[in-house]
């Protein structure tokens, strides 16, 4: 007996707060569609009531993908239809989306994705920063020696950079940022869409500053400025994104750079205003006297 046709995976993109953010497509396929998989299915439930929407829902989420992903190509290999949501905003992009998708297409089952909402795209439109050129970071690792290796990495990075971080690790983030990229340009933008949105520009140490003094809330979408002056090394061939500024300023003129020459380089390289390096080399000097 020859199998039946086999059914379609639906990537379907949900408000990020505001329910009113949702395409006419996606709630027509919701509603048609034999199975809705969430990845948390009591979220999924406020939006499923607010347009009275009543198809089966089961949750697919970090801690049960294997076990539920195997469950999902079932349902597709036997021809039902499933549209998979996530927690908000597009399924795929940093949530276990991706490997459903991965396992669907390796058994030769259609997958459509309906466009819809993403915090990413809003936060670059609205930083102000360059948004022709972008490269999405996602989530920086936890463990601390990958996450120095994707810092450096990205400090040579002449694209804007996007990523997302949660309230708890915003001042580690920021602080690593600091030390490892310099004080560029960026945007930190919260709860987008939501009751409490936020949107705050300015340099990456101002950004430190407010939530030193305002306790973050709620998720972040983080916007930072691209290496700029790619061309232009530190004078010494040698990487210094790991070096304070002030050890910057002393490597420039223990080999051979005049101390006012190698201030204002390493201004420039690592986007400090002159005064504010001056006063760091004055603090620093004061320490050793």
Known sequence: MEPGPKGVLYLCATPIGN???IT???????????LIAAEDTRYTRKLLSHYDIHTPLTSYHEHNRHRKGEYLLE???????????????????????????????????TVVPLPGPSALLPAITVSGLP????????????????????????????????????????????????????DRRACAA??????????????????????????????FVLVIEGKTGAGEDSGT???????APEEHVELLTREGLHPNEAIKKVARLRNIPRRDLYKLMNKEKTKKT
């Open 237 to 243: 061939g040698r990487e210094w994104n790991f070096l």
């Open 190 to 219: 919260r709860e987008l869409t939501k009751r409490f949105e936020e949107i705050h520009r300015g340099t990456i140490s101002q950004l430190r500053d407010y939530f030193s003094a305002n306790p973050p809330r709620g998720e």
């Open 24 to 34: 006419l497509r996606v709630l027509r396929v919701l509603k048609e569609v034999d």
């Open 75 to 109: 349902r597709l290999l036997a021809g039902q239809n499933v549209a998979l949501v996530s927690d908000a905003g597009t399924p795929g992009v940093s949530d276990p989306g991706e490997e459903l998708v991965r396992a669907a297409l390796e058994q030769g089952i």
């Open 19 to 21: 329910l009113e953010d």
């Open 131 to 182: 948004s022709g050129r972008f490269v999405f970071e996602g989530f920086l690792p936890k463990k601390n020696k990958e996450r120095q290796t994707r810092l450096s990495l990205l400090a040579g990075e002449t694209r804007t950079i996007v990523l997302y971080e949660a309230p708890h690790r915003l001042l580690k983030t920021l602080d690593q940022f600091l030390n490892v990229l310099g």
